[in-house]
């Protein structure tokens, strides 16, 4: 894609459908006069007598408590420099979004217009009585120290910059796991900070509160070493002046521990890595280019230990580690401020996460065998979802020992389910499937390129690398498109199985097909015949190995679609059926549904089938399934043929699968309300459990129940997702969108990627017997 196409497609997203990244939602029944009545006037009335009397009740009856202000002034805007403030604005939105996905914490974004400090600092004071915290973002320094020191002593929320103490809260945690590695002690280890701006000031301070000491560190600015002979220096490069004979970057390396980079891009050459000590730490975090290109640094140096700011290398310093969480913590305890013991304690929660076992999930999201504590894994993953549990309580933890909390904590195991049931409002399952697939991208073949978001989903999944697409359908349609899109046609293969130039391909898949059908009333005329029809050749471009994977069924009914891939594919060994899933992305986590397209009405044995599949599907997603098979009775109620069935079912699977977690016969009220559940049928299996997986008695059921939860809900769909194949064949709803393709694409390289590692395991297998 084109530096123009990139730009206009990022305008785009931020303008369509709705302008902007956030919005206010309610959260109050607002559908009768009478809950008017209550949300507003008179009823309103009450709650504002309860906060006059006592100005905490804010907490208790407004949103204050979740609700952080995103404050800058657009001065120093990541990449941009001094943009102002109504251009800093999708860079707030961005950052709310954020804290939201991450934490479940509500944003309003605020741009001050104005440069004076005093005036600045006024601003948010007048403002905070509004929230329960405050991050401050993108304000330059030496501006941004004092702001955030006069707000935190002046206020009685807590204040962030998360541009000074995100960075350091997060590298602070990489290094004192690289000194673990390095045999190394942070009070004897020489340190070189490269930058001298509010993220390096604030790191180098962590690290001296760690034990780093002052003789042992070296800072550097554009000018070279910051020295104590320099004129004019400010308070805080001051602070880390000294009086070493020094004058260079280079000067600094030698012999040097540790190098700490914030702030250009390949200011260390291999010959001043090579001049660092044994076992060299190396932090460099320039985004979005390092100071040294991580693989230039790692064959420079076997013994290096290395961490970037790019999310495509080991060890990414990434300030979501830290600020959602730190946030979080502070706000359950309401703390009066972010203060260092917070800081530090966010700090050691992270470094021991990231030496503890890591979660399949995580594995799965990074395409890791198994990540281990280690050169390559000294911090935790983004997407690892136990970040949520383990850093606010930390964080709430230090403020309440350290005085600042004013609503302390009693019951942390309630805390730590509050916090994880928190994390089921975002779409990070679609990003953990992106990320799996990105790990090993396959060749796809997309049978009906000649349509206009199928060659969207195309251009995404390629340029993201995703998947290597393979395009059929009307070459000259296709290359219009293509030329309309801008996507670059170099290296894509595009087939036109109606055209001549394909004779040869055509020939060799008829006659394949024909020798394996010629018993089943098939003749050699019959074969080339379908073989000009795109999805047989697609089936057949699979069977021989030309595709990894087959993405179809845009513009055409779903059976129709389904028959060719049965006839050509057919069933995985071992399979008696196939039948299909749907991921469903909802505000409580994500919901699997099945058997959305398949089965019309299967016996008990072939549920219990559908649901065996299920299960195996769900653990594809890195999530261990907890299932419920519905019903409209609850175990035995009903004696009714359709309620037995689900019965039997769910006992064939206790019989002869007694380590799934499944139960039912249950209605779906029950299945998903914990509570109720509990309370009404204490036996269930189900019990202390969130179910994650629904099995549906039949496809009327299921297939209603997804449509209905997408269109109502608003919820994201992934799927139909189609189980049993012999080889990854993935047919889509009719007119499915651009985003719905693409993470059926993500589902087929996954779904490919499995195959080939189960068939390379078997044959493994297969030797050493």
Known sequence: MSIESKRREALVYHAKPTPGKIKVVPTKKYASQRDLSLAYSPGVAEPCLEIEKDKANAYRYTAKGNLVAVISNGTAVLGLGDIGPEAS??????????????????????????????AFIETVKNIAPTFGGINLEDIKAPEAFEIERRLKEELDIPVMHDDQHGTAIISAAALLN?????????????????GAGAAAVSCTRLYKAFGAKDENIVMTDSKGVIRKDRDNLSKEKAEFATDRDLETLEDALKDADVFIGLSMANL????????????????????????????????????IIMATGRSDNPNQVNNVLGFPFIFRGALDVRATAINEEMKMAAVKALAELAKEPVPEQVNIAYGETRLNFGREYIIPKPFDPRLIAKVPPAVAKAAMESGVATEPITDWEKYEDELLERMGNDNKLVRLLLNRAKTDPKKVVFAEADHLDVLKAA????????AHPILL???????????????DAEGIVIIDPKSDEEAEHKNYYAKKYWENHKRKGITLYDAQRLLRERNYFAAMMVNEGDADAVVTGYSRSYATVVKPMLDLVGLAKGAARIATMNAMITSKGPLFISDTSINIDPDAKELAKIAQMTARTVEMFGVKPVMAMVSYANFGSSKHPNSKKVRDAVAYLHRYHPNLVVDGELQLDFALNREMRKKKFPFSKLNGQKVNTLVFPNLDSANSNYKLLKELNNSESIGPIMMGMRKPVHILQLGASVDEIINIVAVAVIDAQQKEKRERDYMMMSKEL
């Open 178 to 194: 690289a000194l673990e590695l390095a045999d190394k002690n942070i009070e004897e280890v020489k340190i070189v900070v490269s």
């Open 268 to 303: 260390v050459s291999p010959e001043m890595l090579n001049s660092m000590a044994a076992n060299p730490i190396v932090f460099a975090m320039a985004n979005p280019d390092p100071e040294i290109d991580y693989n230039l640094a790692i064959d420079t140096r076997e013994d």
């Open 459 to 466: 251009q995404t999944v390629n340029e993201e690398g995703i």
């Open 473 to 487: 359908g009307r070459r000259d349609v296709i290359l219009e498109l293509m030329k309309e899109l801008d996507f």
């Open 89 to 118: 604005k999708p860079v707030m939105e961005g950052k709310g979004l954020l804290f939201k996905i991450f934490a479940d914490i509500d944003v309003f974004d605020i741009e001050v217009d104005t440069k004076d400090v005093d």
